[in-house]
């Protein structure tokens, strides 16, 4: 079964300091990859996905992601955090092929961003 | 072109009741999918539905259950309310012709149960 792990369930910066939030998948097949940014009381809005194209994903507010199959991870940074980062961040996998769009997301990392 | 919205955006209730949750998606989206989002977790995938028929389901139990209608609209229904089912529901809206398996969500209906 496919799953996805976040490393650290809350991660405080410094503003201007690099962001790394962590998230590795499980399955036989690589996914497509997501990551979702949720700020309090609202939905979810795409960071950015990689979808088997190239494997360095950059998307919006500065953030990008880089697949690495051999460590089966997708692991999201940005070089200097700004104070308006902080929120949840939910990494996601799907499976690339079929026409059911199910999501299976990671529990999600808190980022903090300190002045 | 107009996104996904929701409603209502909170509500309460007490154990034993039954809810209806509303989703208009995207322009041009005809799938529709529902999460729960539990306090301090990741969305869990409830259903999906492509049109007007359920197509994939998660590990909910059957009074969980939904509608999607000719304009690609959605009702989740959730029976005999228990207190765990207080969370975040989450509808999205995606198109199948994009093949990338982009979600488009909503604000997301909060459901407290008493």
């Known amino acids: 079964a496919q799953s996805v792990t976040q490393l650290g369930s809350h991660v405080s910066v410094s503003e201007g300091a690099l962001v790394l939030l962590r998230c590795n998948y499980s399955?036989?097949?690589?996914?497509?990859l997501f990551w979702y940014v949720q700020y309090p009381n609202q939905g979810l809005q795409l960071l950015l996905k990689?979808?088997?194209?190239?494997?360095l994903v950059k998307g919006i507010n500065g953030f990008e992601a880089e697949f690495k199959k051999s460590e089966t991870s997708f692991h999201l940074t940005k070089p200097s955090a700004h104070m308006s980062d902080a929120a949840e961040y939910f990494c996601?996998?799907?499976?690339?092929?079929?026409?059911?769009?199910?999501?299976?997301f990671g529990k999600g990392t808190l980022l903090t961003v300190n002045p | 072109e107009t996104g996904v919205t929701q409603s209502p955006t909170h509500l309460i209730k007490t154990r034993g009741q039954q809810v209806t949750l509303r989703c208009s998606s995207q322009?041009?989206?005809?799938?529709v999918s529902w999460y729960q989002q539990a306090l301090g977790q990741g969305p869990q995938f409830i259903f999906q539905?492509?049109?007007?028929?359920?197509?994939g389901r998660g590990n909910f139990p059957p009074r969980f259950s939904g509608l999607q209608f000719p304009n690609y609209s959605s009702e989740l229904n959730v029976n005999a309310l228990e207190l765990d089912d207080s969370a975040l529901y989450l509808c999205a809206s995606s198109s199948p012709t994009g093949s990338t398996g982009e979600l488009f969500f909503g604000e997301g209906s909060r459901l407290t149960v008493l």
């Open positions: 539905y492509y049109r007007e028929e359920e197509n």
């Open positions: 990689y979808t088997s194209a190239a494997t």
């Open positions: 399955s036989s097949v690589p996914p497509y």
């Open positions: 322009s041009g989206h005809n799938t």
């Open positions: 996601a996998a799907l499976l690339s092929g079929g026409s059911n769009y199910k999501l299976t």
